[in-house]
């Protein structure tokens, strides 16, 4: 399934892979394969049809997001939800160029974009999802709020020995982030507070060399009159 004739140079891509499927018995794969149309055709409306490329095929699709980073995140994350219904999708993301090719065999997207989501995807093991580096530097570009939820998951190499820094979706990172500086926040000050009571309490005769400074400004050398009502008159 095609969408626009001629993609973009750069492109986020979208690789979903059903897990195990070349294992699994031929009526598996025809009902694994009709649920991935269910995903694609409730989810692809919401992004522009000029700004897409869709192709599937083999328990498999990848969507070529033209210039919406954004957007690709938001329809991969809504896609991994079909794993609740036994879908069983694994799913990667890259950032970068794609070429789209029309041959005798039919339509077809390539491109560094879509070899590493492939390989991404490969290793998004679990039903789970990773991006690359490329994609989180675009993201960072347009959204740049939307990164808060993507955190480190190591590296992945693909069969030629290059390696992919990688980056998991953790909806509940920032939650951790927050709560966890509110504690080193309350820690530190409480270690301070407790600090300062045991100096007071246990050096009691302490020097104290701003003390005339602190006098001479909370006790004013001499006293003002203070005028009454009667005195004015």
Do not use: W
């Not at 992004?47 to 070529?64: D, K, N, S, T, W």
């Not at 290793?123 to 570009?141: D, I, P, W, Y």
């Not at 909370?218 to 009159?225: D, L, N």
């Amino acid at each position: 399934m095609t969408d626009i004739e001629h993609p973009p140079a750069l492109s986020s891509v979208v690789l979903l892979r059903v897990r195990d499927y070349a294992r699994r018995p031929v009526a598996e794969q025809a009902r694994l394969s009709a649920q991935l149309d269910a995903v694609l055709a409730v989810l692809l409306p919401d992004i522009p049809a000029r700004q897409r490329v869709v192709l599937e095929g083999g328990g498999a699709a990848a969507v070529a997001v033209l210039d919406n980073a954004p957007a690709a995140l938001d329809f991969a994350e809504r896609a991994l939800r079909a794993n609740q219904a036994g879908l069983g999708l694994c799913i990667g993301i890259d950032h970068g160029p794609v070429e789209f090719t029309a041959g005798a065999a039919g339509d077809a997207l390539a491109g560094d974009g879509v070899a590493t989501a492939a390989v991404i995807a490969a290793f998004a093991a679990n039903g789970g999802l990773l991006v690359s580096k490329n994609f989180r530097t675009a993201l960072a570009q347009t959204s740049p709020g939307a990164l808060s939820a993507l955190v480190s998951a190591g590296h992945v190499s693909d069969a030629g020995l290059r390696t992919y820094q990688v980056f998991g979706l953790d909806r509940e990172a920032p939650r951790r982030r927050r709560r966890r500086f509110i504690v080193a926040a309350v820690t530190s000050a409480t270690v301070m507070l407790t600090a300062a009571m045991a100096l007071r309490l246990g050096v009691p005769d302490r020097p104290r060399p701003l003390a005339p400074y602190l006098d001479s400004v909370t006790s004013p050398t001499h006293k003002r009159p203070v005028r009454t009502i009667r005195d004015q008159r």
